[in-house]
């Protein structure tokens, strides 16, 4: 037995490190695979509710029985769940699902939901496409987030290798939309995507003037206590 061959402790932590970083960048080649996904749910609909939750049982473990994949990441902000593994970033379009959002409900986590698989670590097969989008809200609405997503990416990557990424995905879109009035819907649901979003803000800061609020009260009555 060659002896020379075995890494130390030091340098296969190194290494993993190493490789962790690597399959976190970014790459068109990453990015092609998820628009390539993303073309074909527009394509042919939805996988079926059980490819769904098996695909999802994969990522999150079952309890007690199976641990969660190692590259599913929270981020503990809106409790979203991402690959940490594919270096598609923390985009809407890569979202896995949510943390204690029912799956029926979850309109808006459309990645387990691509009849062509883009896991990574390979452990999702490609299914066949039941040729509806109501799982995920509709056609319409994901090819709004998409052109969203797109307006908002094309200043930060002209001239750099995502430019590709960007350009592909404004043609997807165009091979989407028939009839001019698809058109128009796609920029009501956009408009009414941005109108939701401030919403959400507002009720953010609501929520966040009222914590501070509170704790400015709570403050005041333990200073009350302490002077008695």
Request: hydrophobic residues 30%; proline residues 3%; negative net charge.
């Amino acid at each position: 037995m060659n002896i020379e061959k075995f890494k130390s402790y030091d340098e296969l932590t190194a290494f993993l490190k190493e490789k962790r970083i690597e399959d976190t960048k970014f790459s068109w080649k990453k990015a092609s695979k998820l628009l390539s996904s993303w073309k074909s749910l527009m394509k042919n609909g939805c996988v079926s509710e059980e490819v769904y939750l098996k695909r999802r049982r994969m990522c999150e473990g079952i309890s007690g029985m199976t641990d969660p994949c190692p590259s599913n990441f929270l981020r503990k902000s809106d409790k979203k769940r991402f690959c940490g593994s594919c270096g598609c970033g923390h985009r809407d379009m890569a979202v896995l699902y949510v943390d204690g959002v029912d799956f029926q409900e979850d309109k808006n986590s459309i990645r387990l939901w691509m009849p062509e698989s883009n896991c990574p670590k390979g452990l999702h097969k490609d299914e066949k496409g039941t040729k509806t989008w109501k799982p995920i809200g509709g056609k319409i609405k994901q090819l709004a987030k998409l052109a969203k997503a797109c307006l908002s990416e094309i200043g930060r990557f002209v001239g750099t290798e995502q430019e590709d990424a960007v350009n592909f995905t404004q043609e997807v879109i165009e091979e989407n939309l028939d009839k001019p009035e698809e058109v128009d819907l796609v920029i009501e649901a956009m408009e009414e995507q941005e109108l939701e979003l401030e919403q959400e803000l507002e009720q953010e800061e609501n929520e966040t003037e009222q914590e501070e609020y509170q704790e400015h009260q709570e403050e005041k009555e333990e200073q009350k206590e302490t002077s008695r």
